[in-house]
């Protein structure tokens, strides 16, 4: 295993009026799941000095496919739709890959 990331997801989330504390829940069940995936070496729920109401889970990833194979896991899809219909809007995603 490499010892840094070649991949890191952004993903920013906005939680529907009064459901800020279960997507928080929830975004840290999917950054627990995330870090016992193979290839991941850490996630974990922020928030953001430009967006303070925004959740912002950061991933970091070996590779593309490691990152891809958690993302079709049951683990993840599972708490994707609990995530769904708790977010004002679709998540926003940026992978960012080592230049």
């Given at each position: 295993?490499?010892?840094?990331?070649?991949?890191?997801r952004v993903t920013r989330h906005e939680a529907a009026q009064g459901r800020r504390d279960e997507v928080a829940g929830l975004l840290?069940?999917?950054a627990e799941a995330a870090r016992l995936?193979?290839?991941?070496?850490?996630a974990q729920v922020t928030s953001s000095n430009l967006d303070g109401e925004s959740l912002v889970l950061v991933s970091r990833w070996e590779t593309a496919g490691a990152?891809?194979?958690?993302?079709?896991s049951p683990d993840f899809t599972s708490l994707q739709r609990q995530l769904k219909d708790s977010l004002a809007r679709p998540p926003?995603?940026?992978?960012?890959?080592?230049?």
């Open positions: 295993m490499n010892d840094h990331a070649g991949v890191v840290r069940a999917v995936a193979p290839g991941c070496f850490g990152m891809e194979k958690f993302g079709q926003q995603v940026e992978v960012l890959t080592t230049a």
